[in-house]
């Protein structure tokens, strides 16, 4: 944290940041406003327009239910959601983050209008968990300690209605998946931390992956979420890396034009060294036009690949000094990349015999490690 905060509030947040922070701020998860089927199509469509990147089609499906349905939170929270994809990663400052977290806050006022009137409506609570999840992870990137603590706060509550409810609505079992699995799983690699999880509700880890699991199969609107964090779990922290890579295989083959997806299944793809498959799909994809985040990171796998087919090429230090270009304008996001762009410069100068630069970037490298 930026800020120093009462040892037991920061548990609080460290915990839910935890559960929350990377892949859940993507969650664009829907809940029914009724069972109509017309329901159901448009806002499974909405889901994988923002998902795959179609943000003109995502605008008319947000559009559609802020028309005929004004009074839920779909609408506010699917155009709140295709404006982060869109401009991801955010600056604090801008014109497109202000109007993110305003519609965030919308779609929790609309939510909490609901649970006056019905504190166990599943709708409200999930659009509720939703909108606070990702504002807590926004708060805690830019350093806003205390709004984050108080959205962390408000989360546990919705968080223990979900188990509670699950079996009335397939969509809990992702939140309760998370919780079960990560409240068990975090203090056991920070031991730090074990004595504040007196103040949870005890989880369950190999039940939280048999939910994410149930979430996977028959979710519709936390299926995408549920797949990332299974592939996360099982290829970082469970050591099942070949079933890991699959499902980050599966995210990127039903979301093809989401570039994310695709960095982040590169990155697996290059720690599990398979750099044919890496090669073929920086081939297959474009990023030129995309902003300097996404140049910084598709550059650094295209060095990789590059040093992989020639340790000397110059076309990959062309390549790493490209992506090191790029990613001097970019947020805390572009950190992810610097050990690979410093460990690839470092090669090349070591496989030319400069023990100057190799030692100075070997250096660099270490300190992103």
């Not at 409240?183 to 992956?209: A, N, T, W």
Request: with cysteine; charged share 30%.
């Amino acid at each position: 944290m930026r800020k120093r905060i009462n040892i037991v509030l920061k548990g609080t947040l460290v915990l839910f940041t935890l559960l929350w922070y990377n892949q859940l701020v993507k969650a664009q998860a829907l809940t029914k406003i009724s069972t109509s089927s017309a329901y159901e199509r448009y806002a499974e469509e909405g889901l994988y327009t923002i998902y795959n990147w179609e943000f003109e089609k995502a605008e008319d499906i947000a559009n559609y239910f802020k028309k005929y349905h004004p009074s839920h939170p779909t609408g506010f929270f699917l155009e709140a959601m295709s404006i982060y994809w869109e401009n991801y990663p955010f600056e604090e400052d801008s014109e497109q983050y202000n109007k993110h977290m305003e519609l965030l806050e919308k779609a929790t006022d609309l939510a909490d209008d609901i649970l006056e009137k019905d504190e166990n409506n599943e709708d409200a609570i999930l659009f509720q968990l939703m909108s606070k999840a990702v504002m807590m992870r926004n708060y805690d990137r830019f350093g806003r300690s205390m709004k984050a603590v108080g959205a962390a706060k408000d989360m546990y509550k919705l968080v223990l209605q979900c188990i509670e409810l699950k079996d009335r609505y397939v969509e809990f079992y992702f939140p309760s998946g998370i919780y079960n699995y990560y409240r068990e799983y975090y203090p056991d690699q920070h031991p730090v931390y074990k004595p504040f999880m007196i103040f949870f509700k005890s989880g369950d880890k190999e039940l939280g992956l048999q939910e994410l699991e149930i979430a996977s199969k028959k979710a519709i609107f936390t299926n995408p979420e549920s797949l990332e964090y299974l592939a996360d779990i099982y290829f970082h922290n469970e050591n099942k890396k070949q079933k890991g890579l699959e499902l980050y295989r599966q995210l990127h083959q039903k979301f093809p034009g989401n570039k994310l997806y695709l960095l982040d299944f590169l990155s697996v793809l290059n720690k599990a060294e398979k750099y044919h498959e890496m090669d073929a799909l920086l081939k297959a994809n474009s990023w030129k036009h995309l902003n300097n985040f996404y140049k910084a990171g598709f550059e650094t796998y295209h060095g990789i690949v590059l040093q992989w087919k020639d340790a000397d090429s110059t076309k990959a230090k062309q390549a790493f000094e490209s992506a090191l270009y790029y990613n001097k304008d970019v947020n805390s996001e572009g950190n992810r990349f610097y050990f690979y762009i410093y460990d690839g410069l470092a090669k090349y100068w070591k496989s030319m015999g400069n023990s100057e630069y190799d030692e100075k970037y070997s250096k660099l490298a270490k300190k992103y490690n």
